[in-house]
């Protein structure tokens, strides 16, 4: 899905959040500024200079974004900070910063803040190019610690595996409460599984698979989110039980009808808003920042990925997790497939 920084605050922040790219664009970029309290620095003047603007547009998005720029690295020096800059600059460059000798206060831009103003000009040329490079680079990152797919970047996710054991144990309740309570009908395994999709993250499994671009052969959950996973198996360990209830208050099987008036007033239920209103931020952001995928039914809930998400799919910590599962994929088939 093409991206375009100048208009899209989610998708600069989900940039700026993610401290593995940034560290590769430094690395690509060799942008050269003022090292002061071990970070690279820049003035208004060599921000307008890179980006080949005047300084007053530069003072423009900085009144416009003020905001959005403080959070990403912009601030304000003054008093000895401010002394001990322009003693700084003037170590490294030999020459007096010309900010003016009764200068009390200057605005600077650390590499966040300097990446964040180039996503915003669109009116430079040198900041396109930039932008292009920042995308391609996100992209080559996200491809290189994923080995080119992201379908299984969830289990990344040291909690995954537990959330996958439980809800495969609460899926055989579940399906055990269709098979025994239900009165036959070879959809119903797919049509409750689907209204439960749809109730928590407003999907069927099959607009799901279509928006990840998942093949006809690859198993949903597999690729659900451990907070998803929680959810589900909740779901279909108070079906069950339910279901189970109406069944022995009856006394008969019950129609399929029947039973999707027990999955509304389950829905309904208070107790759930808190959990799915959390569980749909986490996949829509998730799957906008790492995937690359947009849940349209979900877009009200997206929302930038902050540091503590990057690390934990593309981090170290991740990476180990994946190769253990790899290595331990058939212990894991067989706890799946255990009675």
């Known amino acids: 899905m093409p991206k375009d920084l100048t208009t899209s605050k989610i998708d600069r922040q989900n940039i700026l959040n993610n401290d593995l790219a940034i560290n590769e664009i430094q690395k690509k970029s060799h942008l050269k500024g003022i090292d002061f309290e071990n970070k690279i620095l820049f003035t208004k003047s060599m921000v307008a200079s890179f980006y080949e603007v005047d300084e007053r547009t530069i003072e423009r998005y900085i009144s416009s974004f003020s905001e959005e720029l403080k959070l990403n690295g912009y601030e ?26 009764k200068i009390t206060v200057l605005g600077i831009f650390d590499f966040k803040a300097f990446l964040n103003i180039g996503m915003l000009l669109a009116e430079s040329e040198k900041a396109r190019i930039l932008r292009q490079m920042m995308l391609d680079i ?11 797919s992201t379908k299984y970047i969830n289990q990344r996710d040291k909690d995954f595996i537990s959330a996958y054991l439980l809800e495969d144990n609460y899926r055989r309740q579940f399906t055990d409460a269709l098979k025994n309570y239900v009165e036959d009908n070879r959809f119903k395994y797919a049509h409750f599984t689907d209204l439960i999709y749809v109730s928590i993250f407003k ?4 607009e799901y698979k279509k928006i990840l671009d998942l093949k006809a052969s690859d198993k949903v959950r597999d690729t659900f989110y451990s907070e998803i996973l929680d959810i589900i198996a909740a779901y279909e360990c108070g ?26 007033k389950f ?12 569980g749909r931020i986490k996949m829509a952001s998730r799957d906008m920042a790492l ?7 979900l877009s009200e809930y997206i929302q930038p990925l902050d540091k503590e ?31």
């Open 138 to 148: 996100v992209i080559d990152l996200i491809n290189k610690k994923t080995g080119g």
């Open 267 to 278: 829905e309904n239920m208070a107790l759930w808003k808190p959990l799915i209103h959390r």
């Open 239 to 264: 079906l069950a039980d339910a279901i189970k209830e109406v069944y022995v208050k009856q006394g008969r099987k019950l129609s399929c009808r029947e039973v999707e008036s027990i999955l509304e």
């Open 291 to 297: 995937r690359d995928a947009f849940h349209y039914q």
């Open 309 to 339: 998400e990057y690390e934990k799919f593309l981090g170290a910590a991740g990476e180990e997790l994946e190769r253990l599962m790899q290595e331990n994929k058939d212990v894991l088939k067989r706890l799946k497939e255990r009675e």
């Open 76 to 101: 304000i020096l003054r008093g000895k900070r401010l002394k001990e800059f322009i003693s700084a600059y003037t170590k490294q460059f030999g020459s007096d910063i010309n900010v003016g000798t």
């Open 203 to 206: 999907e069927k499994a099959k």
